[in-house]
């Protein structure tokens, strides 16, 4: 990247991104940060409220950022290196735990392996309580091991085979390759992964809601504070404290990394082959990944099943009510809004995201550090908190003419760029500067040298940003509950209020029809894009 | 024409609309459509609205939470551009605070002289128009094979050792239910905190649980994983009529209740609107119409309650003080975690 006073187009659009950063995470997250004010905020300190949460989030993030990441690593190496059958189905698994929307998926968990679970109690006549510290941890590795899954999968599908034929070919077993190429040459997308997948952790609310029993983390507190008590000043102390906790990790990143180059030569995964692993670690591979989508499908099947039956676990007559119901009145409505703002939003998102990590990541200017960090930060703002920031910011008179629905796919956008971001940090770090540098010497400008150089060798991380951006889009309750209108509606708010009516049929057909739909969208995303992007994880 | 004679032709007429629209404004009979913020069930709001729609022609947007705390914290965080007209739905301390901080609008309805006073705010900021009771949820075979099918009469009979690990009690850190259940068991013993947290002690020795929302506690003992569970009255009774036989509702001695209430937004673009709808909410049909659709008591002697439901005349009640409940909320829930030993 050539200097900034040598390309004004360039100085622009850094410009513009930065004033985007600034308008859509910085200014209405200060409006939540800056609500309880100086006395609110001692205050607050010292009820000490906050004290047993705050040593529960941080104990509860590193186990199950720990056993997220190991299974992430292990689902991706598998995916990327092994020769196991059955890949498409794997990575259409890989992402189902994505779609999770709060209350009905851990609601799940609670009916198939609580005290009267259908299989705890009904196969094995156990009463486990699965309640507490545990519980909120298991569920927790399978919902969030997808993001370091793709995170992962995305770096090691671009290392470089040939560096590893090489090593297989200078005597290496497959293991110390593993090991000493490998693993290392995956660093970027491990310490993305890590981060990645330790702050959404942190911000998780609703496993702990339902599982984690009086396992109290902050996101629960600070929840609990606005919905049940109508407390918004506490909730948004505590918020703070999580924007914080976020803070230390990002720090703890970068001391990590290094200033360490990571560059496989070519950036592009070249035609070579991987070296073959054995048929033993594939079928280890095979075995592992079928266990886990064993449970995944479960949890799922559990949800259709329920859609489809009349009183689900009791009474297992087989109805088409709820899905009449989902489908009568503005419920349709609902489902559409919230395929057409996801969408929208993944398609910024993305995009956004990419050319945000390529500015940063090959720019020389001063600030960058501070672009880096704000632009991870909207991972640890709890959805509900995102929300507030944009009603107080963004609801004003002279805004009353732009239709309410931008705000949901502007906030959107920007409280999912981390993933895509971190993805395309990442993938830039594999690939050498010279490569976009042959560009701009051969006269194109660095934007140019961008789209045609850049652009299409991290079309990985493009998907990687597009797919978890559109499935959390689809799936996130708390963000959409203070920012949508009756004409903005979408279907998590549908599902959350057949939740608390108790009509759990016609919840889990709405989830059904939701998930189902946002599957298909993917798909037909994935056949669109063939052959320049692929859906799930790196091609192997 | 220029510009210019354009702009002032369109200012003209659009000072021409407006004067309409003051006139029209200022006319009794209420028009036009009003924006609901409402914390009611799902099954309730469409068919209350529709029916307030007919008798006034009055058109309803309804924006639906059931977590009357989310929709209290969005009319704050809406202060300077109100999106709401009415705030209907959910307990009183929800409305009260927002009044407080003058966010609401003050009307008498006429027809509010029929709501006793212990239901209303003095000077009209809101209006209590329905009524919940807490009671107890019981899981009929569970109580039968477990309990030999004994319903608790007191709230002292949960201390039996026959329920140990056979309760859920909605969360008191997470759900409103939890905390009222706290504050009534201190009520009860006549705010001696030390024998209500003493209770909460032994309770918690036969507690399998904490729920994390009230009404997920309902589903819960209607699966069996326990056998009761403190809950309100009328959700209790919603989830009964769909299956009779699987679950039975009580209500002990000495127990706490709710006021719903409702509220007009300040700020609000259609006053007239949002006085008919309070209007019409305090009249015997709305009465009727929400307990038929929610189970719910009404504030008014002329409507009678839903079938199998108990009433503030016929249950032993606590003097539930609603102001100290929520200014000793905090403390309480602390006592009440280190008394239990929940860190």
């Known amino acids: 990247m050539r200097s900034l006073q040598r390309e004004p ?54 186990l199950s950022t720990t056993t997220a990441v190991l299974l992430g690593f292990v689902y991706a190496y598998a995916m990327v290196y092994s020769n196991m059958r059955w890949k498409p189905f794997f990575r259409l698994i890989g992402i189902l735990p994505l779609l999770s929307p709060p209350f009905v998926v851990a609601a799940a968990y609670t009916l198939l392996f609580g005290a009267r679970g259908v299989i705890s109690y009904g196969v094995f006549g156990q009463s486990p309580n699965i309640y507490g510290l ?49 693993l290392p040459l995956s660093r970027p997308g491990l310490g993305a992964a890590i981060l990645t997948t330790a702050i959404y952790i942190l911000e998780d609310f609703g496993n702990p809601q339902l599982i984690g029993g009086v396992f109290y983390v902050l996101p629960t507190q600070a929840y609990s504070l606005i919905s049940s008590f109508g407390e918004y000043t506490s909730a948004a102390a505590v918020s703070t404290i999580l924007l914080l906790l976020a803070l230390a990790l990002y720090l703890a990143k970068v001391r990590l990394d290094g200033g360490r180059s990571f560059v496989t030569i070519s950036g592009r995964a070249s035609s070579m082959p991987r070296p073959p692993v054995s048929a033993a670690v594939s079928r280890a591979c095979f075995a592992a990944c079928l266990a886990l989508a064993g449970v995944i499908l479960l949890v799922y099947g559990s949800l259709v099943v329920s859609a489809f039956t009349l009183r689900f676990p009791n009474n297992l007559q087989v109805t088409t009510e709820h899905f009449q119901y989902v489908l009568t009145g503005t419920n349709g409505d609902a489902l559409r809004n919230t395929l057409v703002f996801s969408g929208v939003a993944a398609a910024f998102s993305a995009v956004f995201a990419l050319f945000a990590g390529w500015l940063v990541q090959r720019g020389q200017w001063p600030g960058r550090r501070a672009l880096d960090l704000l632009l991870i930060l909207p991972a640890a703002i709890p959805g509900i908190f995102f929300g507030l920031g944009y009603l107080v910011a963004f609801n004003q008179r002279w805004l009353d003419f732009v239709d309410r629905g931008w705000l949901i796919i502007i906030a959107f956008v920007f409280w999912n760029i981390p993933v895509g971001y971190q993805a395309a940090v990442a993938g830039l770090r594999q690939i050498d500067r010279s490569i976009d540098e042959a560009a701009t010497s051969l006269g194109a400008s660095s934007l140019r040298g961008f789209r045609d150089v850049v652009l299409p060798m991290l079309g990985g991380s493009l998907r990687v940003g ?22 903005t509606t979408v279907a998590t708010i549908r599902i959350y209020q057949l939740v608390g009516d108790l009509n759990w049929g016609a919840a889990t057909a709405y989830t059904v029809a939701d998930i189902g739909l946002a599957i298909i969208a993917l798909l037909i995303f994935a056949t669109l894009a063939r052959g320049r992007i692929s859906l799930g994880a790196a091609r192997a | 024409m220029t510009p210019e004679l354009d702009r002032r032709t369109f200012l ?157 009690l909605p969360d008191p850190i997470k759900t409103g239910g939890g905390y009222i259940f706290i504050a009534t068991q201190i009520f009860r013993f006549n705010r001696d905190e030390t024998k209500a947290m003493d209770y909460m002690k032994k309770l918690h020795a036969n507690i399998l649980s904490y729920g994390a929302t009230s009404p997920g506690v309902i589903t819960s003992i209607s699966n069996g994983e326990a056998a009761g569970a403190p809950n309100w009255s009328h959700d209790i009774l919603t989830e009964k009529a769909k299956d009779p036989s699987k679950i039975d509702l009580n209500v002990p001695k000495d127990t706490g209740f709710e006021v719903g209430a409702v509220s007009i937004v300040k700020g609000t673009k259609n006053l007239p609107g949002a006085q008919a709808f309070v209007d019409w909410v305090l009249t015997k049909e709305a009465g009727d119409l929400n307990v038929k659709l929610s189970n719910r008591g009404s504030v008014r002697k002329d409507v009678s309650p839903a079938p199998g439901s108990p009433t503030l005349d016929q249950v032993s009640l606590v003097n539930y003080d609603r102001q100290w409940a929520t200014d000793n909320k905090t403390r309480i829930q602390k006592l009440w975690q280190s008394t239990v030993g929940i860190q």
């Not at chain 1, 992962?152 to 190429?181: C, H, K, Y």
């Not at chain 1, 597009?466 to 004409?487: D, E, H, Y």
């Not at chain 2, 309803?60 to 007209?85: C, F, R, W, Y």
């Open chain 1, 9 to 62: 187009a360039l100085l622009l659009a850094l410009l513009a991104v930065t004033a985007l950063v600034l308008t859509f995470i910085v200014y209405p997250q200060l409006q939540v940060v800056l609500t309880p004010g100086p006395g609110g905020y001692v205050q607050f300190l010292q009820e000490g409220t906050w004290l047993t949460p705050l040593r529960n989030s941080i104990q509860l993030t590193l």
């Open chain 1, 134 to 182: 545990n519980g909120v941890w298991g569920v927790q590795t399978i919902a969030f091991f997808p993001f370091a899954y793709q995170l992962i999968a995305d770096a090691l599908s671009r290392s470089d085979p040939r560096m590893e034929q090489a090593a297989r070919n200078l005597g290496a077993g497959s293991w110390r390759v593993f090991l000493t190429v490998t």
């Open chain 1, 466 to 487: 597009f797919v978890t951006t559109f499935v959390r889009a689809v799936t996130t309750l708390s963000l959409v509950i203070f920012l949508f209108t009756p004409p």
């Open chain 2, 12 to 168: 003209k007429l659009a000072g021409v609309t407006a004067f309409i629209a003051a006139c029209g404004g200022a006319a009794t009979k209420a028009t036009g459509r009003i924006s609901i913020y409402s914390a009611l069930n799902e099954s309730t709001n469409n068919q209350l609205f529709a029916a307030f729609t007919k008798a006034t022609g009055v058109e309803v947007s309804a924006l639906p939470l059931a977590a009357a705390g989310d929709l209290q914290t969005k009319i704050t965080a809406e202060k300077n551009n109100p999106q709401a007209d009415i705030f209907v739905g959910g307990s009183s301390e929800f409305h009260d605070p927002l009044g407080k901080q003058g966010l609401l609008e003050a009307y008498q309805s006429p027809n509010a002289k029929d709501v006793g006073a212990q239901f209303k705010e003095a000077s009209g900021l809101w209006t209590g128009w329905y009524t919940g009771i807490f009671g107890f949820i019981s899981n009929t075979s569970r109580l039968k094979t477990d309990l030999g099918g004994k319903k608790p009469a007191t709230w002292d009979d949960l201390l039996d050792p026959a329920w140990s690990k056979k309760l859920i």
